[in-house]
Every structure is written in structure tokens, then in C-alpha cells.
């Protein structure tokens, strides 16, 4: 496995922003500012599969356009969490956060990126 050092930074900042979120919910901060970095998390991936799908086409990766579907899955359900949050209360509301998108987001690094990873660098596409 090689890894692409642009995206391996990414993926290690949306992983902080990952955690800042989960202590956020811990803590129960505030749904005001809990929605700002559900917000801010949803934009920094929404950038993040932005290049990641920009050096799958440079790299010319065969399962681009399955790669770029779950990439849209998963922004789908993040938005999507966030409008269901807004109905629950303080249990549930820490509740639903177990079963959270974001989540599958980390799955996703885990997985289906690092099977990217590898094509974009033998691919020698300059990153
Ligand atoms: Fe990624
Ligand atoms: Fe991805």
C-alpha cells in the first residue's frame, strides 16, 4: 500500500473533525454549535471528495463513477441526519449520534478509499 500524501492529510483532518463532533455531542454542547461543525465537517468532505474524485479522473480509476455514488450517499445522509436531529430530543438525540453517517464516512477512508490510493499513485498522477 502507498500511500497519496494529499489525501492521507485529509483524511486525518476529517478524522480530528470526526472527533471534535463526537466530543461536542459527549459534552452536549450546545445543538447550535453542534450543527456548526456538522456543517463545517459536511463542507470540509464535501472539498475532500471534490479532489479525491478530480485524481481518480486524472488517474483515469475504472470505478470512478461507483466511488463517486457512495460519495454522494454518504453527503446525502449527512444532510439528511441533520434534518432528523432537529425532531429529537437530549437522550435520543446522543442516541442517534451512535448511528450517525459520519460513521460511514470513516468506513469509507477505511475501505473504499484505500483501494483508490494505491491506482491514483501507480497512475503517477502528480499530487
Ligand atoms: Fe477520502
Ligand atoms: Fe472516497
Known amino acids: 500500500m502507498h ?3 494529499e489525501i492521507e492529510q485529509q483524511h486525518q483532518k476529517l478524522i480530528g ?3 471534535e463532533l463526537n466530543e461536542a455531542v459527549k459534552n452536549k454542547e450546545s445543538r447550535t454549535d453542534i450543527y456548526r461543525i456538522i456543517d463545517d465537517v459536511i463542507a470540509y468532505t464535501r472539498l475532500h471528495f471534490d479532489i479525491e474524485e478530480q485524481l ?3 488517474a483515469g480509476y475504472p470505478e470512478i ?3 463517486k455514488d457512495k460519495h ?3 453527503i446525502q445522509e449527512a444532510l439528511h441526519l441533520k434534518e432528523k436531529l432537529d425532531y429529537v430530543g437530549g437522550e435520543m438525540f446522543t442516541d442517534w449520534f451512535t448511528h450517525w453517517p459520519f460513521a460511514r464516512v470513516l468506513a469509507h477512508i477505511q475501505y473504499a478509499d ?3 490510493k494505491d491506482y491514483i499513485r501507480q497512475a503517477g ?3
Do not use: S, T
Request: hydrophobic share 50%.
Open 125 to 127: 498522477v502528480k499530487v
Open 17 to 19: 473533525m470526526m472527533n
Open 72 to 74: 454522494r450517499q454518504l
Open 114 to 116: 484505500n483501494q483508490i
Open 3 to 5: 500511500d497519496v500524501p
Open 65 to 67: 463513477e461507483a466511488h
Open 56 to 58: 481518480m479522473a486524472e
